[in-house]
């Protein structure tokens, strides 16, 4: 009994000790790390910095914008580990929406039922995933995204999503008119006790239960990955674990994108042939 109170002294002493804003974590590093590598796919030609990274996040809030997304309004997500993945989930959560990652082998059923109960006002899924669903059976999302080019997929009527993002360049030149500068950087100022995600369990007992996960709940995490120098600043990882789970999110995604690793996200099955091949760059 003893050991297990002083584990438990430790972690609440630890969490008594968090002071970073969750958001602000990555205001930081995306002003820190401008020019070091961010993502990349594993086997495909895509990779971006930091700036880049950064860049690709305002062009989804004045998306949001556009559409008058509300603080607090739930955007689901979901799809393979990619670099587009890890952008949709910081660009809802650090323009004060709540994220809610679902995970690619849910069945049609569970995610029409996740998207509703979470009542999300947005999606942002893969394109394969997206004609297996029925439209019918989440008639309450206002626009839909594709994960691989961040194309509208489908908008509600009534809705002018499509229109916009044909002059997406426009609207960012107009809004930034000397081009992205890391001095652009601002995100939402939302205190951690928010909601800030909502992690659905994998439903063995039946439909899945959503878990509401503060920006305390994640500022722990993260921290503790930064204070043990878990991952560091220029450090290379290979994502592989489901980032709908939340160790992978937690460590592969959120406390290397904190703290300037180069993540290179692995949207198939591990195998020895393919992690030895990463492990020999």
């Known amino acids: 009994m ?10 609440f002493n630890f969490c008594a000790m968090i002071t970073e804003n969750f958001i602000k974590l990555y205001e930081k590093s995306f002003k820190e790390n401008w020019n070091l590598p961010c993502y990349s796919d594993y086997g495909e030609d895509i990779n971006y910095t930091y700036a880049q990274v950064a860049e690709e996040i305002a062009k989804i809030h004045l998306l949001f914008q556009h559409c008058s997304l509300r603080r607090g309004d739930k955007v689901s997500l979901i799809g393979k580990n ?8 910081l660009a809802a959560v650090t323009y004060g929406a709540i994220i809610v990652p679902i995970l690619p082998d849910f069945k049609p059923n569970d995610v029409h039922h996740i998207i509703n109960h979470s009542e999300s ?31 509208c997929l489908y908008q509600k009527d009534g809705e002018t999503i499509q229109h916009f993002i044909r002059y997406h360049e426009q609207a960012m030149n107009k809004a930034y008119p000397k081009g992205f500068r890391k001095e652009d950087i601002n995100y939402t100022e939302l205190s951690n006790d928010k909601v800030m995600m ?35 600043r220029g450090e290379k990882v290979l994502s592989f674990l489901p980032l709908a789970h939340a160790y992978g999110c937690s460590f592969d995604f959120l406390t290397a994108t904190a703290v300037g690793t ?14 030895m091949k990463h492990s020999m760059r």
């Open 2 to 11: 003893r050991i297990i109170i002083l584990i438990f002294a430790h972690y």
């Open 82 to 89: 990619t670099s587009n993945w890890c952008i949709a989930y």
């Open 121 to 151: 006002t947005f999606l942002f899924t893969s394109d394969k995933i997206w004609e297996s669903l029925e439209e019918e059976a989440i008639t309450d999302l206002r626009g839909v995204f594709s994960l691989t080019d961040f194309r």
């Open 198 to 232: 909502l992690n659905y369990t994998s439903g063995t007992t039946g439909f899945s239960k959503g878990v509401m996960l503060t920006g305390n709940n994640l500022a722990g995490n993260v921290t503790f990955g930064m204070r043990t120098e878990l991952l560091t």
């Open 262 to 275: 180069h993540v290179t996200l692995l949207g198939k099955i591990p195998s020895p042939k393919i992690l």
